[in-house]
Nanobody, 130 residues
Framework: QVQLVESGGGLVQAGGSLRLSCTVSGFTLDDSSDYYAIGWFRQVPGKEREGVACISSSDGAPFYADSVNGRFTISVDNAKNTVYLQMNRLKPKDTAIYYC???????????????????WGQGTQVTVSS
């Protein structure tokens, strides 16, 4: 069973940086028998969940939402079985609960559509003060 655990959220001033971690268990990211796609999403109460970044083992380049492109970077550390989201030049509108999610199987989609992901973490709160 795949489990995802996010960490690294917190309170930061506008213009600052945070690095979120998504530690994966139940699946090894450098396992060649299946592909994976890992996405980072965020949600503000009362609003729909928004995809911000994703990366997969079947596509070369990660994909970012326009709202974070150039400020956020998604990366994978196979040795730690962890996916990171480096967030720079944070803005108050980046405040949300951030979730990581995974697709694992013979076919995966590099997508920011939440419905395509089967496994979700519990979320970590990011608050950016002005």
């Amino acid at each position: 069973q795949v489990q995802l655990v996010e960490s690294g959220g917190g309170l930061v001033q506008a213009g600052g940086s945070l690095r979120l971690s998504c530690t994966v268990s139940g699946f090894t990211l450098d396992d060649s028998s299946d592909y994976y796609a890992i996405g980072w999403f965020r949600q503000v109460p009362g609003k729909e969940r928004e995809g911000v970044a994703c990366i997969s083992s079947s596509d070369g380049a990660p994909f970012y939402a326009d709202s974070v492109n150039g400020r956020f970077t998604i990366s994978v550390d196979n040795a730690k079985n962890t996916v990171y989201l480096q967030m720079n030049r944070l803005k108050p509108k980046d405040t949300a609960i951030y979730y990581c999610a995974a697709q694992i199987g013979p076919v995966v989609l590099l997508t920011l559509l939440a419905d395509e992901y089967d496994n979700w973490g519990q979320g970590t709160q990011v608050t950016v003060s002005s």
